[in-house]
């Protein structure tokens, strides 16, 4: 490899032999001259990349023999260094070209340091100059192919605009009919991001398309940090063909109908066409269906059972009664009496719920208050309240307007959520009742902090002859349910095992036409 040239250019032969020593086991070639003169021949001779000039010298002064390297040698960079130092003559060596400036006694690592830069630069200029030929030659080159390129290009112009505008218009008729579908419709790469959303989706998340793109799917529909373990993406990118499932989202509140349909390129699903469905009316409706169906059913069977126990239920009570008009001497026989009319009179009370439920009485809609109705069961169930330790609270919001109601089969309702929650707070606890209106709607809810219903029960609370108290038949939820579908309203009932339970109940505001 080619060693770089350093002259060294001192009168003291010290100096001059020591520096010369350390540049060559740097790896330097040194080059010596212990006069201008001297300095100068060599310099023809060697062309060095470096002169390393004392500014003391015997026959010339060091800013001289400076000048005219500079001039044979354009090329060659001068670090000038003395023992006599001076702000003006450092000056001096920097104006007339000097790359640095040393003093006596130097530093070897600071001098070797300085060599080096001195030589980068020189390198970096040599590589520059060499890179501005090259590149003059390449713009020669290259505007002779541009020139012949444009005359080609000229002639691509008209398609490629034709082309872009034609591009353009099925972007903007994609993006129309995207954005006119009526359900959330969503485009998911293979990292779950969503890259495309329609009006649909961005309307009902209150976002703008913008602030949803780059956001993980599961965050956006599920509110998770995680897809779940079902994804239903995972499933359609693995196997390359659309996924189709209906299920309740709690994050949304909704039930959903989604198709997921992979986006296939030579071979490889690279994401997903997402299209949810709100299918939450459909849903309600064929539950509502369901559990109507159901209800005819046992109505029907609760009519005939009904039917065929309070016949001999009456002859027993009516023979109870006059054994016991005839004023008979025994006092036990009385008492087994009187036990034989309290049992009747209870097994009849059951019976006539039976007959409500499978026949109800005609409803009685006329304009009514919620708050009202509130008011009064919260009086009714005052005293077991206290005698329980439970502490009773309601609000009523004074905005809510009257609405068509049948306020006894209410207070019916309502009262019988009461006693279900005092009956799961036998030891205290707390109550809750809120009601307001929301938009359309009147919203009651009741939530207490008693013992809670196990999740295994929680599908069939509605069913009649369900019950898990010990003196219950099971028909307060079913009667209930019957009667807030007779409002066209709904019951909503959450619950958690040992923490509580909250019931919510949604009753339309409407005319009295349209309750009719």
């Not at 250019?9 to 010290?14: F, L, R």
């Not at 919620?370 to 069961?377: E, F, K, M, S, Y």
Request: aromatic share 6%; hydrophobic share 40%.
């Amino acid at each position: 490899m080619k060693k770089n040239k350093i002259l060294v250019i001192d009168d003291d032969p010290g100096v001059r032999e020591s520096l010369a020593e350390y540049l060559e086991k740097r790896g330097y070639m040194s080059i010596t001259a212990s006069t201008g003169k001297e300095a100068l021949i060599k310099l023809k001779k060697e062309a060095p990349l470096v002169a390393l000039i004392d500014l003391r010298l015997g026959d010339m002064f060091g800013l001289e023999v400076m000048k005219e390297i500079k001039k044979l040698s354009p090329g060659t960079e001068c670090i000038v260094f003395t023992g006599y130092a001076s702000q003006k003559s450092a000056i001096e060596a920097i104006h007339l070209g000097a790359f640095d400036y040393l003093e006596k006694p130097y530093n070897l690592d600071q001098l070797l340091l300085t060599v080096q830069r001195a030589i980068e630069k020189r390198e970096a200029e040599a590589a520059l100059q060499k890179a501005y030929v090259d590149l003059e030659r390449e713009v020669e080159k290259r505007t002779a192919e541009l020139k012949k390129a444009n005359e080609k290009l000229q002639t691509e112009v008209a398609e490629r605009k034709k082309a872009e505008e034609e591009s353009r218009k099925l972007a903007e008729e994609w993006e129309t009919t995207f954005n006119s579908i009526s359900d959330m419709a969503v485009i998911i790469d293979k990292n779950y991001e969503l890259t495309q959303i329609n009006r649909t989706c961005s309307d009902i998340f209150k976002m703008a398309p913008k602030e949803l793109i780059g956001m993980k799917c599961y965050e956006v529909f599920h509110g998770g940090k995680a897809p779940p373990n079902d994804c239903p993406f995972n499933q359609a990118m693995k196997s390359k063909i659309p996924v189709i499932r209906e299920f309740f989202e709690p994050h949304l509140g909704i039930y959903l109908e989604e198709t997921i349909s992979p986006i296939v390129e030579k071979g490889r699903a690279i994401g997903a066409v997402h299209i949810a469905k709100d299918i939450s009316i459909r849903k309600r409706t064929e539950e509502q269906l369901f559990h109507s169906e159901r209800m005819a059913g046992v109505g029907e069977l609760a009519a005939g059972i009904a039917h065929e126990i309070r016949n001999p239920l009456g002859n027993i009570y009516a023979s109870a009664q006059l054994c016991l008009s005839k004023q008979m001497r025994s006092e036990q026989f009385k008492k087994h009496m009187r036990l034989i009319l309290r049992n009747s009179r209870s097994a009849n009370k059951i019976i006539q719920d039976l007959l409500n439920f499978a026949k109800p009485s005609e409803m009685i809609f006329n304009p009514g208050r919620i708050g009202n109705i509130l008011t009064r069961v919260c009086s009714l169930a005052k005293a077991r309240c206290i005698e329980q330790n439970v502490r009773l609270s309601k609000r009523a919001s004074r905005r809510m307007p009257e609405i068509m109601i049948d306020e006894k089969r209410l207070e019916q309702v309502f009262l019988n959520f009461i006693i279900n929650s005092l009956d799961s707070m036998k030891t205290g606890g707390r109550l809750f009742i809120n009601a307001y209106s929301e938009e359309k709607e009147i919203v009651v809810r009741f939530l207490d902090t008693g013992v809670g219903i196990p999740d295994k029960d929680m599908d069939k609370i509605f069913d009649p002859f369900f019950t898990r108290k010990k003196d219950g038949i099971g028909l307060g939820l079913s009667l209930a349910h019957q009667i807030i579908s007779f409002h066209k309203g709904s019951i909503k009932i959450k619950s958690t095992l040992g923490q509580g339970t909250e019931v919510t109940v949604r009753l339309p505001i409407l005319s009295k036409i349209e309750q009719e």
